[in-house]
């Protein structure tokens, strides 16, 4: 097949490249037009000289400036020529199928013959949809780029490979996933699935559950009985409150101390060494020392002991008071089931109560 160009380039050098620029009354247009169409020629001489000494991407660059101009056959069948070359099969066929759809009934038909055999040519490299839709207006979108909307002129050209078609038509879409190979033609109408709109939420009456009557057999409480036993709590609590924090002071201040004569017994442990103090060994006056440091240590850790359980039980001694059964209360105060639990162990030390208050 003979170059595109070589059928073209006569009509350049003629100025007979088709679809002018027209020409308008006012002088500037005028001035505009012939401007538009002596750059067109220059470019298209350009592109022709890259294109024979082989340069195909700066003629194709060329031609692309010319096309941003123009939109004419001869333009886009020179364009896909360097395309071809580029193996740019996709964008030629494109091109071409532009040719063929606003060919000028004037060329000739050596021309136009050898856009169609460009065209095939082109189109056995690369895959050709014919997507129609039920509905007009419907816009079409090839692997997520819209590519415009129903009904479409001109067969849509893809690379060969997996590609998804969607259409989408106000709310209303569908999507379809199809396999092109190298010379492959699809015809694509997919159906659209109609979203019905959600329904409208219903009120939900709400009947309220009816309250039980009140039982007269059960017992009130005494307003008389709580005021007394708030009135009773207070002293007890200020005698519990202080006992509080003279345990807690006792625990962290004898806990210090007993670890400040654990840190002194390890210093002389460090001293006398490990048999310093053993049967036999001469006498050293740092083993009466540790001794004495070490008895110290334990009594601080009992009289800390001492001191939680103490706080404690300060602790727990309001609430006991309060729940205490008494004579002369009734209801819920006289059925306190109360129970006071002490534990004491190597390691631990508490007091627990429970019961039904």
């Not at 310093?276 to 800390?304: E, F, I």
Request: net charge negative; charged share 20%.
């Amino acid at each position: 097949m003979r170059p595109l160009f070589v059928y073209l380039l006569p009509l350049v050098a003629l100025g007979g490249l088709s679809q002018p620029v027209k020409a308008a009354d006012s002088p500037s247009l005028t001035q505009n037009s012939d401007d538009a169409n002596v750059r067109v020629r220059a470019l298209f001489r350009q592109a022709y000289t890259a294109y024979n000494a082989h340069n195909y991407e700066e003629s194709r660059q060329l031609l692309m400036q010319a096309w941003a101009i123009r939109q004419t056959y001869d333009v886009a069948s020179a364009l896909a020529q360097s395309e071809m070359k580029l193996q740019q099969y996709r964008d030629a066929a494109t091109h071409l199928q532009f040719c063929l759809d606003n060919f000028a009934p004037s060329a000739s038909d050596i021309t136009f013959e050898a856009i169609k055999q460009a065209h095939a040519d082109a189109k056995s490299h690369i895959g050709t949809l014919h997507i129609t839709a039920s509905h007009d207006g419907t816009t079409v979108l090839i692997d997520g780029q819209s590519i415009g909307d129903t009904p479409l002129k001109s067969p849509v050209y893809v690379e060969p490979g997996q590609h998804d078609v969607e259409f989408k038509l106000g709310d209303d879409s569908a999507k379809q996933s199809i396999m092109m190979m190298a010379g492959s033609d699809s015809n694509v109408d997919i159906p659209l699935e109609h979203k019905a709109p959600p329904p409208e939420p219903r009120a939900v009456a709400i009947t309220p559950m009816p309250m039980p009557p009140p039982n007269p057999n059960a017992a009130q409480p005494s307003a008389g009985t709580t005021r007394d036993r708030l009135n009773k709590a207070v002293i007890p609590g200020a005698i519990a409150g202080a006992t509080f924090a003279i345990g807690v002071g006792m625990a962290i201040g004898f806990r210090v101390a007993a670890n400040s004569n654990d840190d002194r017994a390890d210093d002389l442990r460090k001293k006398v060494g490990p048999n310093g103090c053993a049967p036999g060994a001469p006498q050293n006056p740092d083993c009466g020392v540790l001794m004495d440091t070490a008895k110290s240590k334990d009594s601080d850790r009992n009289w800390s002991t001492a001191g939680i359980v103490l706080a404690g039980m300060a602790l727990v001694s309001v609430p006991i008071y309060w729940y205490w059964p008494r004579q002369g209360t009734s209801g819920a105060a006289a059925s306190t089931n109360f129970r006071l639990k002490g534990n004491v162990g190597s390691n631990y030390s508490g007091v627990a109560f429970s019961g039904d208050f």
